[in-house]
């Protein structure tokens, strides 16, 4: 997929509010209301299908997040997209500082130590609390490397689709 194709996972329906159509979702934004800025949603709704939505509005109730899609209008059919991942178009979300990245945007690149031995592909990150890891497949083996930079990743480039990091192939 292309850059400019990529989506970003930035929530996920979890439940209903209400008789009007109303659904909890969950917001994995910062601030948590900030996913409610970024539209179209879109919602893979079978492998290959993509619901655009268009107009969704939202607010905070209580501990979380409650919204309303255009067209939704009754308990019935807002039951039907419970589960459902929401994601945006990658050129929905702002631009990055210096030395920042969005996930989404490391996932595919090669990653090479800085005696330029290739380590494999980032297939994914997630976070500890710690720091952030990249999780970096080559086929064989699976590596976790934090991402920490300065000290264990040295460069991204993302025109390049290249990370260098300091580690160990053997470890």
Not at 34 to 43: E, K, M, V
Not at 59 to 80: E, H, M, S
């Amino acid at each position: 997929m292309t850059a400019a194709g990529r989506r970003v996972l930035v929530g996920r329906i979890v439940g209903l509010y209400g008789v009007q159509g109303w659904l909890k979702i969950e917001s994995w934004t910062e601030p948590r209301t900030q996913i409610f800025r970024y539209q179209p949603w879109l919602l893979i709704t079978a492998p290959g299908e993509v619901k655009e939505l268009h107009g969704v509005k939202g607010r905070p109730q209580g501990k979380g997040l409650v919204a309303y899609f255009p067209g939704i209008d009754d308990r019935d059919a807002a039951a039907a997209l419970i589960g459902q991942d929401i994601h945006v178009p990658r050129e929905q979300l702002p631009p990055t500082g210096k030395d920042e990245y969005y996930w989404v945007d490391l996932e595919g690149l090669e990653v090479v130590t800085t005696e330029n031995v290739v380590l494999g592909r980032v297939t994914h990150m997630f976070a500890t609390g710690a720091n952030d890891v990249v999780v970096v497949r080559d086929g064989e083996r699976e590596r976790l490397i934090p991402f920490v930079q300065g000290s264990y990743v040295r460069s991204v480039d993302l025109s390049g689709g290249r990370m260098v990091v300091d580690w160990d192939p053997e470890f």
